[in-house]
């Protein structure tokens, strides 16, 4: 049986977040420390110290009055096997804390060459991109059901960080389109193979951040920008009334 949210905290919680340095998972970082318990461990994940370092400090600061919860900080390259195993072996190390709801926030992922269909014919370039942006989900994910396998008394959510290309074609953007569609598939068998994790897709929208920068430079498309912190409160939201359907792909335009 998967345990329901109280609707005010998620309770004392494994959070990891990974892509937390800028931009969107540096918004959840900031938010989801309001909803977390006393003994609760927040995992962020990045590949800059410095802007890991100075996200922690600022979250360090921003802590209730009695509010217990540690917070950790992973530089690590998730398109590498190193990177994936240091990830997980962090949070392993927290197995034994009495948690009740671990929460995985795969956020980190990457724009890639936005160029013909016709023009990817390096494999090596196609299988950069993919082992960043989908097979190290995968593996990362599957190492983080091993470090806290599901069971009773133990609510399991899973954040896929989506799109709206994951379910719309767009030309010129094969690899990125690919890559959230696979992410999305992906967490829909972990649903239906294990159903005590409760899977989200959620398509945070156009935000104010340095890949929409990129899309705008290497495009001229220019997107209506939300701030990362509405798109965060809408996701947040949806994690706390836990009343979604498993593998489910919600759009931050739906809420």
Not at 23 to 40: D, E, I, P, Q
Not at 81 to 102: C, F, N, P, Y
């Amino acid at each position: 049986m998967v345990l329901r949210a109280s609707g005010s905290t998620l309770g004392r919680c494994m959070c990891i977040i990974t892509g937390a340095s800028k931009g969107f998972g540096r918004a959840l970082a900031h938010l989801v420390l309001n909803y977390l318990k006393t003994g609760s461990v927040l995992l962020l994940v990045a590949r800059s110290r410095p802007l890991l370092q100075q996200l922690k400090e600022e979250l360090l600061q921003n802590l209730k009055d009695m509010q217990e919860i540690t917070i950790f900080c992973t530089v690590a390259d998730l398109s590498t096997k190193e990177g994936v195993e240091d990830t997980v072996a962090m949070a392993r190390q927290q197995s034994l804390k009495e948690i009740d709801h671990v929460l995985l926030i795969n956020n980190a992922a990457s724009l890639g060459d936005i160029s013909p269909f016709e023009n990817f014919t390096e494999l090596e370039r196609v299988n950069s991109y993919l082992a960043f942006n989908v097979s190290s989900v995968l593996a990362l994910t599957a190492g983080m059901l091993q470090a806290f396998p599901p069971r009773a008394g133990l609510q399991w959510s899973v954040v896929n960080c989506s799109s709206m290309f994951a379910v719309q074609a767009l030309p010129s953007w094969v690899l990125y389109c690919t890559a959230k569609a696979a992410r999305d598939m992906m967490f829909r068998v972990l649903a239906v193979e294990n159903p005590n994790v409760k899977v989200l897709s959620y398509a945070p929208g156009p935000m104010d951040t340095q890949m929409q920068e990129d899309i705008r430079r290497l495009t001229g498309i220019q997107y209506h920008l939300h701030p990362c912190r509405d798109s965060a409160a809408k996701l947040m939201r949806l994690l706390l009334d836990n009343d979604f359907v498993t593998a489910c792909h919600v759009d931050f335009f739906d809420l």
